[in-house]
């Protein structure tokens, strides 16, 4: 079977360049602030029609709390015994940030050097033929029932189908769950993410004057509200750059695959004679540790500054925290340290902006047994775990409402697609090689006890 499934899976590739290409052409971005919903419109429509034409007859777009539409539908086989599979991914991409630092057009799809650039090429729409391929490739020839979901927000982040799940649970409920949303960690090294981490984003803002006033006559003795913020984010790393926050714990190791340093600094595009920061692992440091990202400061620009003294300032903190980690507690630590380190008697405001709690998945089940037998024969090297150190909110959305089920995270990224950057693109054997092991993983579920 698993020969013929290859045969199979390697001619249908034939058609995949130019349906994703299709499919990179719809500016489905779920912020219309930045572009019409009709983009979101049309690539839901031709998800559902995609699927439709794969035997899910009653697939069809659900609005979400959010207002996106998501495309949800199912297909039974006659076995009343048989397990049954969600099947997930989403078709809302990230905004393609400065157009003029793409090698080729964000929403063209194009060849370079044996890859496809465009956005969403790998970032989900790569996973949506992916899953496409695998159910062409079984045809008939599928001993499980599947459900569907492809979402239109997730890179919004707006909790739309988050919502929707936990207001119609019985539409997605699975024996196994398939989150196509991450990726391997090189090409052709197959891998399924276990642990994600979670995140807290607050907004930090500083109020010391009740207006500018002039450096020269008052600078000294009066205190300005942008120094004061620095001091207090600069007291958030030590100085191996460790985030250090009270009642947090920074000393947790990963004992997954390991990441080597020569390939994060690569990945990373870290210039010459910079250092990796922490004093953990970089697998530690990514998946098994609390890390704080400053996103953005509000404060005069260089351009156009003055010589004065600035009476307010705010700043947007993200912070990831580790299987294990409360986030809500992590939240509540930051906030308690912020407030801590603010000098001079400064006024100090926290406001909370999102939360999410981290996940960490079953890994004994026959699902994972399955799916690592399906990986070694797709990929013909063994299959590893991964951490990683973003956030899928939904993946604890699901792990609430369905605990019986075992959630597995694969899918065609890998670190040169540069997902959410210009010039993501995607390695056509990525999609074969994740095809033909979701493929090979449909056919034999039904058959591993567990």
């Known amino acids: 079977m698993s020969s013929d499934l290859r045969a199979r899976v390697r001619q249908l590739m034939?058609?995949?360049?130019?349906?994703?290409?299709?499919?990179?052409a719809l500016r489905s971005v779920a912020d219309p602030r930045q572009f019409p919903e009709e983009g979101c419109t049309q690539a839901a429509n031709w998800v559902r029609d995609k699927f439709r034409a794969e035997g899910f007859d009653d697939v069809r777009l659900e609005r979400t709390p959010d207002g996106?539409?998501?495309?949800?539908?199912?297909?039974?086989?006659?076995d009343p015994d048989a397990r049954t599979v969600l099947l997930y991914a989403h078709y809302d991409v990230q905004p393609p940030l400065d157009d003029a630092a793409w090698r080729t057009p964000p929403f063209e799809l194009h060849e370079v050097g044996g890859r496809w650039y465009g956005r969403g090429t790998a970032?989900?729409?790569g996973n949506i033929l992916m899953h496409l391929i695998a159910l062409r490739a079984l045809g008939d020839d599928l001993p499980v029932n599947l459900r569907l979901v492809v979402e239109g927000s997730e890179e919004q982040g707006t909790g739309g189908l988050e919502a929707f799940v936990a207001s119609n649970p019985e539409l997605?409920?699975?024996?196994?769950?398939?989150?196509?949303?991450?990726?391997?960690?090189?090409v052709g090294h197959p891998?399924?993410?276990?642990?994600?981490?979670?995140?807290?984003?607050?907004?930090?803002?500083?109020?010391?004057?009740?207006?500018e006033v002039h450096s020269g006559m008052f600078g000294g003795p009066a205190p300005d509200a942008l120094a004061a913020l620095v001091a207090m984010l600069a007291s958030l790393r030590d100085a191996e750059g460790n985030t250090v926050i009270p009642g947090l714990d920074h000393s947790g190791s990963w004992s997954g695959e390991p990441y080597p340093?020569?390939?994060?600094?690569?990945?990373?595009?870290?210039?010459?004679?910079?250092?990796?920061?922490?004093?953990?692992?970089?697998?530690?440091m990514l998946w098994a540790r609390p890390a704080l990202t400053i996103l953005g400061i509000d404060c005069p620009q260089v351009l156009g500054s003055s010589a004065a003294l600035v009476p307010k300032s705010a700043a947007r903190l993200n912070l990831r925290v580790p299987p294990g980690m409360d986030p809500v507690v992590a939240r509540d630590a930051l906030t308690a340290h912020l407030v801590a380190a603010a000098p001079w008697g400064v006024h100090v405001d926290v406001k909370t902006e999102a939360i999410g709690s981290p996940f960490l998945a079953e890994t004994t089940g026959p699902a994972y047994t399955a799916m690592a037998t399906a990986m070694g024969e797709a990929y013909g090297v063994p299959m590893t775990t991964l951490g990683q150190g973003g956030s899928i909110p939904l993946c604890n959305v699901f792990a609430d409402t369905y605990p019986d089920a075992e959630i597995i995270l694969m899918g065609v990224e890998e670190p040169l697609a540069l997902i959410h950057a210009p010039n993501e693109s995607v390695d056509p054997k990525e999609i074969e090689h994740c095809a033909l092991a979701e493929a090979l993983f449909l056919h034999s579920y039904a058959g591993h006890t567990g």
Request: hydrophobic share 45%; proline share 2%; glycine share 8%.
């Open 14 to 24: 034939d058609p995949v360049q130019s349906e994703l290409a299709e499919l990179v």
């Open 68 to 78: 996106s539409f998501a495309v949800v539908g199912s297909r039974t086989v006659a």
């Open 123 to 125: 970032d989900c729409k």
């Open 172 to 186: 997605f409920r699975a024996d196994a769950i398939l989150v196509c949303d991450t990726g391997n960690a090189a």
């Open 191 to 211: 891998a399924v993410t276990v642990s994600l981490r979670g995140m807290v984003n607050v907004v930090v803002s500083v109020e010391a004057l009740a207006s």
């Open 261 to 284: 340093p020569e390939q994060f600094r690569s990945d990373a595009g870290l210039l010459d004679g910079v250092r990796l920061i922490g004093d953990g692992t970089v697998s530690d």
